[in-house]
């Protein structure tokens, strides 16, 4: 056996003993672990050691000189170096600008961060935490319009935003970091109140938390929210992501899902793109059936009554969306309501006129169930409500500045008890003009179309109303309408009218026009005129027969008329029937509501048939 305790490197060097090598690493391992506690250590006691009160005079006059607005953090400021690198504040508030009786727009709790600071280095941001605690902001307008939300400068001091410098080409895009891990971001038992003083209103947020776990690039996160809205609650969960280290490049998916007010649920559930330069967001919006009146009894604002109790108790939507900066478009929307089916679609672009455009398709629809219930108090008021003097004028300045261009179909449509069906409109308005051009529907075994024209450029709206009718049967209309059976047959009209003015006392003043209105195969009912012939002593008696309803019958009803500054004149109105013939001419003022007609009658010599054309005194 050969024990080599010794070797010779080269003639004169040095001996390396295997022994003294293991010491010496020994010994270096031990001197890195003391560096390292000493380090530690030091990041333990160094805090203890540091004011950092000190910096809180600095940070409160760097953030009110960004602010614009006073800023105060309270003392109770704390900083930590290991394991995380961390800091605290407690009682900071954010003031309000003059002129506001609330002096603070923002109040939190307390606000701390912990985060890792080595890989900063490396474009890499990893936080164990980031909370907000009792957060509590006011959000007031003042009657003179003023919010106290606006942080944008004013005056002539303020200088106009430098334009941002054009990006080199290849210069990076979306996130400045390649990694995120965050392990909770969490805001808690916030509160927002809304307070309106121009129209003395108030609107409390509270218990208001969100919360995010588990946030990185790479992964969905999943976030939950909740609060009480008036002491009701409103919830919303569900997840969003991966976002991607390239935001702006890709779509980032998400999926929602609400709850308000124990009433509405609702689900979301799409895409959002290009987050970082222009963000564009494609949805399916999906809202379960609810009670429209259980929802807003439920937060204090009940649905006046109606006609019919038993409506607005169903109501459901579904549409697609997709929404930019610049534009919002609905396709393949269908809304139910009670048991009406809307199917729909439309945009939205240049949202300060706005400019929108819309396709409606309804099924039907009755809409004297929405309307308020009869009362015997509204009996014998006035008509025209509100006298003119006392009105408020309209402000149509929004009218007119906007743009629309839309088509409506209605299968079935009832209002005012008449029954209209198969209805078509074309909507337009631009530069104030608003125009139903054309408009058409069936009604009443007859049809009606025309088209009408509404000016709002002047102080008052000007209306151009055309309508022709043809082949409608008058009887059902008039029972329809007004409960009264006293003329029947076909009737055609053609009228032309303009008006000025938004109340009924402005339009009579101001109604112009000129038609005709024709009724062919008729019968006045509740007089029989030809039986009180028959029967001269019973007409002189002003007896009425027993049987069949007594009647008239006529074989034309014609009615030509003029219409200025609210009177109507005729001079050429006939009626021919087989026993007599009549003619009428007058005026009737719309404005003093007064008649002057002179009718003259002819009898006819036999009462036989309808087609004796002969007039006979």
Request: charged share 25%; proline share 6%.
């Amino acid at each position: 056996m050969f024990h080599i305790s010794k070797v010779a490197l080269n003639p004169g060097e040095p001996v390396l003993n295997i022994a003294a090598m293991k010491a010496t690493l020994k010994w270096a391992g031990l001197a890195v672990v003391c560096l390292a506690v000493v380090v530690i250590a030091a990041l333990l006691i160094i805090p203890a050691f540091v004011d950092v009160k000190q910096f809180k005079a600095p940070l409160e006059k760097y953030l009110s000189e960004a602010s614009g607005r006073s800023v105060s953090v309270g003392d109770d400021v704390r900083l930590s170096l290991f394991p995380w690198a961390g800091v605290s504040f407690s009682d900071v508030r954010l003031g309000n600008t003059p002129g506001f009786v609330e002096k603070e727009f923002a109040m939190v709790k307390s606000v701390e961060v912990r985060i890792r600071l080595l890989p900063l280095l490396f474009r890499e941001v990893q936080v164990d935490r980031l909370s907000v605690n009792e957060p509590r902001i006011f959000m007031v307008k003042n009657k003179d319009g003023r919010v106290s939300w606006d942080f944008g400068g004013s005056g002539p001091e303020t200088k106009p935003p430098a334009a941002a410098p054009k990006s080199a080409p290849g210069a990076m895009s979306g996130l400045p970091i390649i990694s995120l891990a965050v392990g909770e971001l969490s805001l808690q038992n916030g509160s927002v109140v809304l307070i309106d003083y121009g129209t003395e209103s108030r609107h409390d947020v509270s218990g208001l938390n969100i919360l995010l776990k588990d946030v990185t690039l790479d992964r969905p996160v999943r976030i939950a929210i909740s609060a009480l809205i008036h002491q009701k609650p409103v919830s919303a969960e569900g997840r969003f992501g991966p976002v991607g280290a390239n935001l702006g490049q890709g779509a980032v998916p998400f999926e929602f899902k609400v709850s308000a007010f124990n009433q509405m649920n609702l689900q979301l559930k799409g895409s959002a793109e290009n987050l970082l330069v222009a963000p564009r967001v494609n949805v399916t919006l999906d809202v379960t059936e609810f009670s429209l009146r259980k929802f807003f009894a439920e937060i204090g604002r009940p649905l006046p009554p109606t006609a019919d109790p038993k409506t607005l108790e169903r109501l459901a939507l579904k549409a697609d969306v997709k929404a930019d900066a610049k534009a919002v478009a609905l396709s393949g929307a269908v809304l139910r309501l009670d048991d009406s089916k809307l199917s729909f679609a439309a945009t939205a672009t240049e949202f300060s006129k706005p400019s929108l455009a819309f396709d409606l398709s309804l099924d039907h629809i009755d809409l004297d169930r929405y309307r308020p219930p009869t009362s015997p108090s509204a009996a014998g008021q006035p008509a025209d409500g509100e006298p003119a003097a006392t009105r408020r004028q309209t402000d149509y300045g929004p009218l007119r500045t906007l743009v629309l261009n839309g088509t409506a179909k209605i299968g079935k449509l009832s209002v005012n008890q008449a029954k209209l069906e198969d209805v078509s409109l074309k909507v337009t308005a631009r530069d104030g003009v608003l125009s139903l051009d054309p408009f058409a529907m069936k009604l009443y075994q007859g049809t009606a179309a025309g088209k009408s024209v509404v000016n709002l450029k002047g102080a008052r709206p000007v209306t151009d109303l055309q309508l022709t009718v043809d082949k409608l049967q008058v009887n059902p209309l008039l029972k329809d309408l007004a409960g009264k059976d006293f003329l029947e047959g076909a009737t055609r009209a053609q009228i032309t009218l303009s008006m000025t003015g938004d109340d009924p006392a402005r339009i009579k003043q101001a109604l112009n026009g000129r038609g005709s209105l024709d009724v062919t195969d008729g019968a006045i009912v509740g007089v029989d005129l030809a039986g009180m012939v028959r029967d001269v002593k019973a007409g002189l008696r002003g007896k009425v027969q027993s049987g069949p309803k007594p009647r008239t019958d006529f074989s034309e009803l014609a009615v030509p008329f003029t219409l200025q500054n609210g009177v109507f004149h005729t001079s050429d109105a006939a009626m021919k029937s087989p026993l007599l013939r009549l003619s009428a001419a007058g005026k009737a003022d719309l404005v003093k509501e007064s008649l002057d007609f002179r009718i003259d009658p002819k009898l006819v010599g036999t009462i036989k048939g309808q087609g004796d054309e002969k007039e006979r005194s």
